[in-house]
């Protein structure tokens, strides 16, 4: 994935006076950052599928992608980056209702670690504006991917792995 999550929870508890307005700065930074170079790196890579986070949120953009590919997304939630403040707000339920909505519409194909609390879960459904990329690469693109997102400053994180199965994701 190419941006952190977080901008549904985070512009929605400043809307309601639960975070300071300077805390959104990261989440104008995020948004205005553009995917287009990220896009070519993971052609570039070979990637087998992609797609922006937005609207459904991490895990429903990730159920979307498990379906049409006929596998098995793994996430390694420890691993899934989050701006600041969004998992404490998250734990305490102050999330947008298109997260629990996102939420809901994940449940029944996707498998929780119990150790992933309802707050992680809320936060992986987090609806996104102009969210990153997440992009499924074949093992040996991994390195070019890496090269020309180094080469251009911008971030990215390995957060899980494809494996064969029926159109479902498993969260650990």
Same mark, same amino acid.
């Given at each position: 994935?190419?941006?952190?999550?977080?901008?549904?929870?985070?512009? @929605?508890?400043?809307?309601?006076?639960?975070?300071? @307005?300077?805390?959104l700065?990261?989440?104008?930074?995020?948004?205005?950052?553009?995917? $287009?170079?990220? @896009?070519?790196?993971?052609?570039?890579?070979?990637s087998?599928?992609?797609?922006?986070?937005?609207? *459904?949120?991490?895990?429903?953009?990730?159920?979307?992608?498990?379906?049409?590919?006929?596998a098995?997304?793994?996430?390694?939630?420890? $691993?899934?980056?989050?701006?600041? $403040?969004?998992?404490?707000?998250?734990?305490?339920?102050?999330?947008? $209702?298109?997260?629990? =909505?996102?939420?809901? *519409?994940?449940?029944?194909? =996707?498998?929780?670690?119990?150790?992933?609390?309802?707050?992680?879960?809320?936060?992986?459904?987090?609806?996104? =504006?102009?969210?990153?990329?997440?992009?499924?690469?074949?093992?040996?693109?991994?390195?070019?991917?890496?090269?020309?997102?180094?080469?251009?400053?911008?971030?990215?994180?390995?957060?899980g792995?494809?494996?064969?199965?029926?159109?479902?994701?498993?969260?650990?």
């Amino acid at each position: 994935i190419t941006k952190p999550l977080g901008t549904g929870i985070l512009t @929605s508890a400043a809307k309601k006076g639960k975070i300071k @307005s300077s805390a959104l700065n990261a989440v104008i930074d995020s948004m205005l950052m553009l995917n $287009k170079t990220a @896009s070519k790196a993971a052609v570039a890579a070979d990637s087998k599928s992609a797609t922006d986070v937005t609207g *459904f949120g991490l895990l429903g953009h990730a159920l979307n992608i498990a379906r049409r590919s006929k596998a098995t997304l793994v996430i390694h939630s420890k $691993k899934v980056p989050f701006m600041d $403040k969004v998992k404490e707000l998250s734990a305490a339920g102050a999330v947008p $209702k298109g997260a629990r =909505t996102n939420l809901d *519409f994940c449940e029944k194909a =996707t498998t929780f670690a119990e150790s992933v609390s309802n707050g992680s879960r809320l936060a992986l459904s987090d609806p996104q =504006t102009s969210g990153g990329l997440l992009i499924s690469l074949p093992r040996g693109g991994l390195k070019k991917f890496d090269r020309i997102m180094k080469k251009n400053n911008l971030p990215y994180w390995t957060i899980g792995e494809v494996r064969k199965g029926k159109g479902r994701i498993i969260v650990e």
